[in-house]
């Protein structure tokens, strides 16, 4: 096994966690009175994330891996956990509202108003830096730029219109 297979298989098992996770908590929300915004946009959002796993392990699998893009890439899953445990049972990979909850303002949202957002846009560039494969990460990071414009517009009108109630 190289080390380009283990980190794609951590990085595999990961997202899949994270989705289960996201299904959790999207459950336990909506059933407290959440609402979801903007779902149309949900399943362009997975094919792109999906399509980027599955093109790195076609063609990272077996590349030597960039030790300073590992590290990079490493310092961001440090920080996407530090978001899980600040979102806690809030966190998704969907737009939920929660009416009359509070916004989070803590932890990296007190810097950045998307920093997941933010950190998963640096991740798909780097990890595929990291396994000298420039062209794919061009590609997603565009694609994923495509989804998150119309992602974070959508987030946005949400979380005006929660800020108008409070």
């Known amino acids: 096994m190289t080390l380009a297979t283990l980190i794609l298989a951590l990085v595999t098992l990961q997202r899949l966690g994270e989705l289960v996770l996201s299904r959790y908590n999207t459950r336990r929300l909506l059933a407290q009175g959440a ?3 903007a779902p149309d ?3 362009f959002l997975v094919a792109v994330h ?3 796993l599955v093109t790195l392990w076609i063609w990272g699998r077996d590349q030597d891996v960039s030790l300073v893009g590992l590290s990079i890439f490493i310092l961001l899953q440090a920080l996407r956990f530090w978001v899980l445990a600040t979102l806690g049972a809030r ?8 009416p009359d909850a509070p916004m989070i303002a803590a932890g990296p949202y007190r810097y950045l108003s998307h920093p ?8 798909i560039a780097v990890l595929p830096l990291a396994l000298h494969l420039a062209v794919i990460a ?7 730029a495509l989804v998150l414009a119309i ?3 959508a987030e946005a009108r949400a979380l005006e219109a929660v800020r108008r109630q409070l």
């Open 91 to 98: 966190w998704t990979t969907r737009i939920i509202v929660l």
């Open 138 to 144: 061009s590609i997603f990071t565009v694609l994923n």
């Open 41 to 43: 946009h949900y399943p």
């Open 116 to 123: 997941n957002y933010a950190i998963v846009a640096a991740e």
């Open 151 to 153: 992602r974070i517009r």
């Open 50 to 52: 999906a399509a980027w």
């Open 35 to 37: 609402i979801e915004i």
